[in-house]
């Protein structure tokens, strides 16, 4: 007569199996959820940038110099650095814009335009 049931060798290697696949969903789990904030930044700050770069070009005139602030209510957490410098062609500036976000900045991404003061 043969036996019923499973050996404590056969418990012990399922059970290791299926915690390096509960591990691995974790982890999987995670990166998911780290790349999709990641987007969101990425198409947040995209659109933000725009609408920042836009008042600065609607502005009358465009002067070197450096700004931070902050976008507001509808965008907690997300902060700006500026910055305005000459180039070497007369009447064209380099236009850098930062954006952060995150309690220390976690993310972080750079634009980069030129402006005309014509």
Do not use: C
């Amino acid at each position: 007569m043969g036996r019923k049931g499973f050996t404590l060798l056969e418990v012990l290697i399922a059970v290791t199996l299926l915690s390096i696949t509960f591990v691995w969903l974790l982890k999987s789990t995670n990166q998911s959820i780290d790349m999709a904030s990641r987007a969101k930044f990425v198409t947040t700050s995209t659109l933000l940038a725009q609408q920042r770069i836009a008042e600065v070009t609607g502005e009358r005139t465009v002067h070197s110099g450096n700004d931070e602030g902050d976008f507001g209510e509808d965008f907690p957490g997300y902060r700006y650095t500026e910055e305005i410098e000459p180039t070497p062609l007369d009447g064209y500036y380099k236009y850098t814009l930062t954006i952060r976000w995150g309690e220390k900045g976690n993310l972080e991404t750079d634009f980069v335009a030129f402006l005309s003061s014509r």
